[in-house]
C-alpha cells in the first residue's frame, strides 16, 4: 500500500534552533518528492522538490533531503524563526504524476 | 504568480443545507483538485477534474459532487450537508501530471 509517514506528529523549539523533520514512504513507482509548509488557517506552499535523481535541494533556510534507496526524506532548517511555525507536510506523487500520496504532517512550533 | 481563490474563508451551514463551494484558477491549469484536511488526518481527496466536464473520484467521494464547466472554475457541492462534514476545504490546480498543484486558501465549513 503507498503509504507516507512523518514524524515526529509535533514538535516545539527555540528560536534560533535548528531542527529536521523525517518521511518516509513506501510510495511505488515514484515521480518525485515535495514538501510544503502549511501556516494556520492557510492553503500550502511549496517549498521544495526532488525527483529520483536529486538527493538534496535548498530554499533559503530550508533544505531537502532524499534517499531513493532507503525511501527517505528529511527537511532540515536552520535558525529558525517564530515564521517557521506551521504544518509541513510531505507529498510523494506516483510516477505518471496521477496519484498523489500525503503525509500528515509535522506541526512545529518556534517559541521565543 | 499563480492564484487560485476560494468563494469564502468561512462557511455556517445547516444540516440538510445544499452547499456550494467555489474554486477559481487564473492560469489556464487543466487539472484542478478539491481536497478535505482534517486534524489527525491529513489531506484527503474528494474529487478531481483533468480537464473541463470531465470528472474523478478521489478517495472520499461519497456525500459531495462536483461540477466543472469552465477551465477555471471548479466547484464543490454537499447535497445535504451533516454534521462530519465539517472541516477545511482546500481547492487545487495545476497545470498537468508531475506539475507542483497549487491551493487556494480554503475554506472552514462548519455544519450544524
Known amino acids: 500500500k503507498n503509504q507516507v509517514e512523518q514524524s515526529p506528529q509535533s514538535l516545539i523549539i527555540l528560536e534560533g534552533k535548528n531542527c529536521t523533520l523525517q518521511c518516509n514512504y513506501t510510495v511505488s513507482p515514484f515521480s518525485n518528492l515535495r514538501w510544503y509548509k502549511q501556516d494556520t488557517g492557510r492553503g500550502p506552499v511549496s517549498l521544495t522538490i526532488?525527483?529520483?535523481?536529486?538527493n538534496t535541494k535548498s530554499n533559503g533556510r530550508y533544505t531537502a533531503t532524499l534517499d531513493a534507496d532507503t525511501k527517505q526524506s528529511s527537511l532540515h532548517i536552520t535558525a529558525s524563526q517564530l515564521s517557521d511555525s506551521a504544518s509541513y507536510i510531505c507529498v510523494v506523487t506516483l510516477s505518471a504524476g496521477t496519484a498523489l500520496i500525503f503525509g500528515k504532517g509535522t506541526t512545529l512550533s518556534v517559541s521565543s | 504568480d499563480v492564484k487560485v481563490t476560494q468563494s469564502s474563508r468561512y462557511l455556517v451551514k445547516r444540516t440538510g443545507e445544499k452547499v456550494f463551494l467555489e474554486c477559481v484558477q487564473d492560469m489556464d491549469h487543466e487539472n484542478m483538485f478539491w481536497y478535505r484536511q482534517d486534524p489527525g488526518l491529513g489531506l484527503r481527496l474528494i474529487y478531481f477534474s483533468y480537464d473541463v466536464k470531465m470528472k474523478e473520484k478521489g478517495d472520499i467521494p461519497e456525500g459531495y459532487s462536483v461540477s466543472r464547466e469552465k477551465k477555471e472554475r471548479f466547484s464543490l457541492i454537499l447535497e445535504s450537508a451533516s454534521t462530519n462534514q465539517t472541516s477545511m476545504y482546500l481547492c487545487?490546480?495545476?497545470?498537468?501530471?508531475?506539475?507542483?498543484?497549487?491551493f487556494g486558501p480554503g475554506t472552514r465549513l462548519t455544519v450544524t
Open positions: 526532488m525527483t529520483f535523481s536529486e
Open positions: 487545487a490546480s495545476r497545470i498537468g501530471a508531475n506539475y507542483e498543484q497549487y
